[in-house]
């Protein structure tokens, strides 16, 4: 059996009712070519990185799914493309050996807890790139130097 992935990007003005009726029929074309649906991600609401037909936000939805039908994928898009709620779609086959697992991008508040740096890495830091901005000055001048005597031949 082939493993496969659907991204789903569904619209944001939908409501709960709507969206999983979306995410249903998307199961449910998986279905009907003898797959088989596996775990399904949902990451929430997301800020688009360009606006999608006017809209700024979309949920997204991970669907990992598996098949022998190996025109189930190109089906599933056709299928996806013609849905009006469904602002974006992606069918991607994963290899034998992939473990990696799609993780959300990490929220404001996370990257706030990461940016977060004690003073003592600071002095570390600013102690450890010392040493190579002197040294770099003191190249400079040589290098100036060198050039000043090439004019002046």
């Known amino acids: 059996m082939n ?17 999983t009726a979306v995410l249903d029929r998307a199961k449910d074309y998986i279905a009907r070519h003898n797959g088989t649906v596996g775990e399904t991600e949902e990451w929430g609401k997301r800020r688009l990185a360009y606006e ?3 809209q700024t ?3 997204y939805y991970f669907i990992q799914f598996e098949t022998e039908d190996t025109s189930c994928p190109n089906e599933l898009e056709q299928r996806m493309r013609i849905m009006d709620n ?9 290899g034998e050996n992939d473990t990696f697992s799609v993780a959300p991008e990490k929220t404001e508040e ?5 940016g977060e740096v004690s003073e003592e890495e600071v002095e ?10 002197e040294a770099a000055e003191e190249e400079a001048p ?10 002046d031949a």
């Open 57 to 59: 936000e979309a949920y």
């Open 3 to 19: 493993k496969y992935e659907l991204a789903l990007v569904i619209s944001a003005k939908l409501d709960d009712e709507t969206r």
């Open 86 to 94: 469904v602002l974006r779609y992606l069918v991607v086959r994963k």
């Open 124 to 133: 570390e830091t600013a102690a450890e790139e010392a040493p190579a901005e």
């Open 142 to 151: 040589a290098e100036e130097a060198a050039a000043e005597e090439g004019e």
């Open 52 to 54: 999608i037909e006017k």
């Open 110 to 114: 996370e990257e706030a807890e990461e």
